[in-house]
């Protein structure tokens, strides 16, 4: 086997130690907020800084729409790396992290509707569609030491493939009203990004100056930041991808994604009772995430398998895929963006019933796939 290159070993490397991080920043932020204290940790996340264009944005609305536009640009740049050099390029290996990404899209959207049909709220359901990159290759880490590099490789581009899914539901489904005139300049901004390949060396700051504007640009034109920042990433020259991303990894991995998840996981309890337990929503974005995904994404890959469309990862076991399909359940950073747009500051009970969700589909996933994945390394005999 292709041993990783190192490109990919730093990737993989700083994922996991900022899955940690995560946690404890979500931790933390759920723990403060159920604390005689909840008030003081809204009124950080809700505090008013001055923004660009003549208005204020809580410190919330700056991480969700702000910082987190830089985590999609990385995305951008992953996906294009991938597409050129990495994973993504070879179509043989190509086809088992689609399929099964795809399946595990479908399959917990289905399961989502299915238990809203009837007098839910279907506003969720896009909420349980994305594998979170950080939390899931932090427990394959921990759990899956001895595991096939090739199952890294695997989960890793399967989450990109969610991401690249999550984008263009984004993108799609929660737009607001397009100004053209604004989009023109948004245009010309990413026509400059594709010029800027002609120069030789071009400095970062250069790319990183113009996705800024295409940023600001976007805010103006009504269109999703998610999307246009991975518009944006596409238009970057080839040659200066990997050392964007290595410039901006870190940035992303241990601040502006801990900081997502501290401004987006502090939600209260208070009044939610048994009553949560029994909510449609809650109920389909966990089945979503907890069932429908490892179920689209182990079905879909053995499938293929079977279809002889795509072969299993080299050197995995049936029972070691099965364990990393459970991973994909682990939808936290995604979903908690997905269900910020989906449900509108305001609805309480809507966030909480969402959140609540994704907290314990994602507890469980970690869980299960660590057990599975753990028993698979000690017995080499199962099959799934």
């Given amino acids: 086997m292709k041993p990783l290159s190192r490109f990919l070993l730093e990737f993989l490397k700083t994922e996991a130690g900022s899955g940690v991080l995560l946690a404890t920043c979500a931790t933390v932020a759920v723990i403060w907020a159920n604390t005689p204290w909840a008030g003081t940790y809204q009124a950080i996340v809700h505090h008013d ?4 264009w003549g208005h204020a944005w ?35 290996t190509l086809a088992l992290p689609v399929g099964a990404a795809l399946g595990g ?21 896009s909420i349980p569609v994305a594998t979170d990159i950080a939390f899931a290759l932090a427990v394959l880490g921990m759990a899956g030491k001895g595991i096939p590099a090739s199952l890294r490789v695997f989960l890793l581009t399967l989450a990109i493939v969610d991401d690249l899914g999550a984008v263009v539901i984004i993108g799609v489904f929660y737009n607001s009203a397009f100004s053209l005139p604004w989009i023109a300049g948004l245009l010309a901004v990413l026509a400059a990004t594709v010029a800027v390949r002609f120069i030789p060396r071009s400095p970062l700051a250069v790319h990183l100056l113009l996705f800024v504007l295409a940023w600001w640009l976007t805010l103006k034109a009504g269109i999703s930041p998610s999307l246009a920042a991975v518009a944006s990433a596409f238009c970057v020259a080839t040659p200066r991808i990997e050392k964007l991303i290595e410039a901006i990894h ?9 900081l997502f998840a501290f ?36 079905a879909a890959a053995r499938g293929l398998v079977a279809a002889k469309l795509a072969v299993l990862p080299q050197d ?3 029972a070691q895929l099965y364990g990393v399909c459970l991973l994909c359940g682990i939808g936290f950073t995604m979903s908690l963006y997905l269900a910020a747009l989906a449900f509108p500051a305001g609805d309480k009970t809507a966030e909480i019933a969402a959140k609540s969700a994704i907290a314990v589909a994602s507890i469980l996933s970690a869980c299960a796939g660590a057990a599975i994945l753990n028993l698979s390394q000690r017995t080499q005999k199962i099959h799934v």
Avoid at 49 to 52: C, D, M, Q, V
Avoid at 250 to 258: D, E, N, Q, S
């Fill in 316 to 318: 995995a076991t049936p």
């Fill in 105 to 125: 899209m479908v399959v917990p959207v289905s399961v989502y509707l299915s238990v809203n049909a009837w007098g839910g709220d279907l506003r969720g359901w």
């Fill in 263 to 298: 401004t987006a996981s502090g939600f209260s309890l208070a009044g939610a009772g048994a009553a949560l337990f029994a909510d449609p929503r809650f109920l389909g974005v966990a089945l979503g995430l907890f069932v429908g995904k490892q179920l689209g994404v182990y």
């Fill in 250 to 258: 870190p940035f992303v991995a241990y601040i502006v994604l801990p």
């Fill in 58 to 92: 809580p410190v919330a609305e700056w991480v969700k729409e702000g910082l987190m536009a830089v985590f999609f640009y990385m995305v951008g740049l992953e996906i294009k790396h991938e597409i050129r050099e990495g994973s993504l390029s070879d179509p043989k």
């Fill in 49 to 52: 800084l001055p923004g660009p």
